[in-house]
């Protein structure tokens, strides 16, 4: 059984939500803004973060994977599904779950560039900094964390526990692997 640590309530998350979301509607105002969000782990916090924005939207998903054929692929990631959006001369505001080596991050936004948007910023639930290998900006950082593997509001461990409506820390019992 894995061992889950309690780390943000949903009424933390809420209040990081919507202190994320005035940031982006003040940045945007009198604009429109398309939100692309990474499958799968940023879908939860995509629809609560769009829920919250004053400013109009168009939403749209990408995938990315570190090993499946892709149509662009930058650095070890690939992307598996391009957005279906034409994001040329758009703002574009790509939503992730987490950012922890940044490769997925940085790689995606290099495929998105490609496409011709008027501007690329990147919005992350978490920010995940011990494993960091890239110099990724995030323009709009939810909660920093230093280390751990967190699941929960979208994240996961092995397809598990995206369901949870907060997010925990998995402590694997001596045994098993880390994840
Ligand atoms: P990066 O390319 O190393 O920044 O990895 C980002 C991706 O790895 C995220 O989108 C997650 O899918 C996954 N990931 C990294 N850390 C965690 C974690 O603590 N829990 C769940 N997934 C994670
Ligand atoms: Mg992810």
Same mark, same amino acid.
């Given at each position: 059984m894995d061992n889950l640590t309690p780390i943000l309530s949903p009424e933390d998350i809420e209040g990081i939500v919507t202190r994320l979301a005035d940031r982006i509607s003040a940045d945007y105002r009198g604009r429109s803004l398309v939100v692309i969000g990474i499958l799968k782990g940023a879908f939860i916090f995509l629809s609560d973060l769009v829920r919250h924005l004053r400013i109009p939207v168009e939403i749209d998903f990408m995938g990315a994977s570190s090993y499946a054929d892709g149509s662009c692929s930058s650095g070890r990631v690939m992307l598996t599904k391009p957005p279906g $959006? !034409? $994001? @040329?001369?758009k703002d574009v505001l790509v939503v992730e779950d987490i950012i922890d080596t940044g490769q997925t991050l940085v790689s995606l936004g290099d495929c998105l560039k490609a496409l011709g948007p008027r501007s690329v910023r990147t919005c992350a639930? $978490? !920010?995940?900094? %011990? @494993?960091? %290998?890239t110099s990724v900006s995030i323009d709009y950082a939810g909660y920093p964390v230093e280390s751990g593997f967190l699941v929960g509001y979208g994240l996961d461990y092995a397809e598990k526990y @995206?369901?949870?409506?907060g997010i925990f820390e998995v402590k694997l019992t001596p045994n098993e692997d880390k994840p």
């Open positions: $959006i !034409d $994001i @040329r001369g639930f $978490i !920010d995940k900094r %011990e @494993r960091r %290998e @995206r369901q949870l409506p």
